[in-house]
C-alpha cells in the first residue's frame, strides 16, 4: 500500500474516531440521540473530503516517487503528465525537465564515448593506458593482434604480466621515474616483430598520474627498408657488371677494329649480347616497379589461358629448337575463362617458359599444360632441366636471385623474371607451388581461380 493511501486511510479513521467520542459524550451530557446521528453524519463528510484531500496530494507524489524510481534505474523515457497548475504541477514539470536533460546529456557522453571507442579499435597503434600501480586500465585492439593476448588477461594486471615484454614494462618505469616521454624500438620473438613504442606520462581528470603507451608494428616497414637497400645494392652491383662488360668489350674493339676485323665482329657480338642483357633488365625494372607499386590499373576481363599458352608456344618454338629441346603443349578443349589482365597473364607465362628454355640442357623437354581443377585452373610448367636445391626454393621469387649465377650469366638471365610471375600471381589472387630436385628438375604450378561465369558452368 503506498504512502498516500496510508496517510488518507490514518486521517480518516481518526475524524471517525474524534467524532463518534464527540457524539458520545454530547448523548450522553444531553441524552439527545439526532445529535449522535448529525455527529455521525458529519464524520461520514470529514472522511470523504480528507479522503479527497489526500488523493490529490499523495497521488502526484506517488507518481514523482516512482519516476525518481525509475530515473535512478536508468530509465529516463518515462515523463509525469502535468494536469495542475499549482506546486504540484510546476514540481512536475520540473521532473520531466530534469529527466530530459539528463537523457540529452547522457546520450551526449554515449555519442562521445562510442565515438571515442570506434577510433580506439581502428588505430593502427596499440594503445595501453596504466594508472599509478602500474596495471594496465585501458588497452585496444591493436594490442591484442601485436601481443597476441586477449583483452581480458591484459586490463588490470600489470604490464610485465599482460604483454611480457621486459622491454616494454622497462620503457614505462623509465617513464614514470623521470616523467619524460620515452621513445624506443623493442623487439618480440615467436613471430618475430619489432616494435616502435611511445611511453609518456599523463594525468586524468581528476589530477591521477597515468602513463600511456603508444606501440606501432613496424615489422613490414622495417622489412621494407631493407628490401630497398637490398635492391639499391644489388642493382647496383647488377648494373655494373654489364656496363663494366660494355666498356671492356667496347675498348677492345676500338684497338682490334683496324688490324683484326675477325675477331671484331666476334666482340660485337658479344656487346650486343651485352647490350640486350642490359636493356632486359631495365625493360623488366620498370616492369617490376609497376607491378610493386600498382601504377597501372589492371584492366581484368575474361581470358581464356589456352590461347595466351599457344601463343607463348608459338613465339618459343624457334628457341626451343635450336637448343635441341623438346616443347610440348597440352591444352583442353573448352577451357574454362579466368578473370584477369591479359597482357600479365602473356607476361607470366612467357617468363616461367623463358625460365625453363634458359635452365635446360640441350636434349631436355619442356611440358606446358592447362588442368582445370573444379573452381581453380592449374598452369603447370615442367622441365627435366638443371633443377633446384631445397634449400634454393623459397628465395627463387627474389629479385635478382640465381640460383645458378654463371649459367644465369652465359644464358642472359636478369634474375628478375620470377619476381615478376609472383607479382602478376599475387595480382591475379593466384598461388604457385614450386617443385625441384638438384638434375631432375623443376615443376611450377600457378593455380587461378576460375571466372565467376566460367565457375557456373563447369
Do not use: C
Request: glycine share 6%; proline share 3%; net charge negative.
Amino acid at each position: 500500500m503506498r504512502i498516500g493511501k496510508k496517510l488518507a486511510i490514518s486521517y480518516g479513521l481518526l475524524a471517525v474516531l474524534t467524532a463518534l467520542i464527540t457524539g458520545f459524550i454530547l448523548r450522553a451530557l444531553i441524552g439527545n440521540a439526532e445529535i449522535l446521528v448529525i455527529v455521525v453524519g458529519v464524520a461520514l463528510l470529514v472522511v470523504l473530503m480528507s479522503y479527497w484531500l489526500s488523493r490529490s496530494l499523495t497521488s502526484p507524489l506517488s507518481r514523482m516517487t516512482i519516476m525518481a524510481e525509475r530515473m535512478a534505474s536508468d530509465d529516463l523515457e518515462h515523463r509525469l503528465p502535468v494536469e495542475r497548475s499549482d506546486e504540484i504541477g510546476e514540481l512536475s514539470k520540473s521532473l520531466n525537465d530534469l529527466a530530459a536533460n539528463l537523457k540529452g546529456r547522457i546520450d551526449e557522453l554515449r555519442s562521445e564515448k562510442t565515438k571515442a571507442d570506434l577510433i580506439l579499435d581502428n588505430m593502427a597503434e596499440g594503445i595501453l593506458l596504466i594508472n599509478g600501480n602500474s596495471e594496465v586500465i585501458l588497452t585496444n585492439p591493436t594490442i591484442e593482434r601485436i601481443f597476441q593476448v586477449r583483452t581480458d588477461n591484459i586490463v588490470g594486471y600489470p604490464v610485465l604480466h599482460s604483454v611480457r615484454s621486459f622491454d616494454l614494462d622497462r620503457a614505462v618505469q623509465e617513464s614514470v621515474v623521470s616523467g619524460k616521454e620515452v621513445v624506443d624500438e623493442i623487439d618480440l620473438q615467436a613471430p618475430f616483430r619489432r616494435l616502435r613504442i611511445r611511453v609518456m606520462p599523463i594525468k586524468s581528470s581528476t589530477g591521477e598520474r597515468q602513463t600511456l603507451a603508444v606501440i606501432r608494428d613496424i615489422t613490414r616497414q622495417k622489412q621494407v627498408e631493407k628490401l630497398r637497400k637490398d635492391f639499391v645494392a644489388n642493382i647496383s652491383h647488377e648494373l655494373k657488371t654489364p656496363l663494366t662488360g660494355l666498356k671492356l668489350l667496347s675498348e677492345t674493339l676500338l684497338r682490334s677494329i683496324d688490324t683484326d676485323p675477325a675477331s671484331s665482329r666476334i666482340f660485337i657480338k658479344r656487346l650486343d649480347k651485352e647490350l640486350s642483357t642490359l636493356i632486359n633488365m631495365v625493360l623488366e625494372l620498370i616492369d617490376l616497379s609497376k607491378l610493386e607499386t600498382q601504377q597501372e590499373a589492371i584492366e581484368t576481363v575474361p581470358t581464356d589461358l589456352g590461347e595466351l599458352v599457344n601463343e607463348v608456344g608459338l613465339s618459343f618454338s624457334q628457341l626451343a629448337a635450336s637448343k635441341g629441346l623438346s616443347l610440348n603443349l597440352s591444352i583442353p578443349e573448352n577451357v574454362p575463362l579466368v578473370t584477369g589482365d591479359n597482357e600479365q597473364l602473356l607476361t607470366l607465362i612467357r617468363n616461367l617458359v623463358d625460365n625453363a628454355i634458359r635452365y635446360t640442357m640441350s636434349g631436355g623437354k619442356i611440358d606446358v599444360k592447362l588442368e582445370p581443377v573444379g573452381s581453380h585452373i592449374d598452369l603447370i610448367v615442367q622441365d627435366n632441366g638443371i633443377g633446384l636445391a631445397k634449400r634454393e626454393i623459397s628465395r627463387i621469387f627474389e629479385r635478382f636471385y640465381r640460383a645458378d649465377k654463371a649459367r644465369s650469366r652465359e644464358t642472359g638471365g636478369t634474375g628478375l623474371g620470377l619476381s615478376i610471375v609472383k607479382h602478376i600471381a599475387e595480382n591475379h589472387n593466384a598461388t604457385i607451388e614450386v617443385d625441384s630436385s638438384l638434375g631432375i628438375g623443376s615443376t611450377f604450378i600457378v593455380n587461378f581461380p576460375l571466372d565467376k561465369e566460367s565457375s557456373k558452368h563447369s
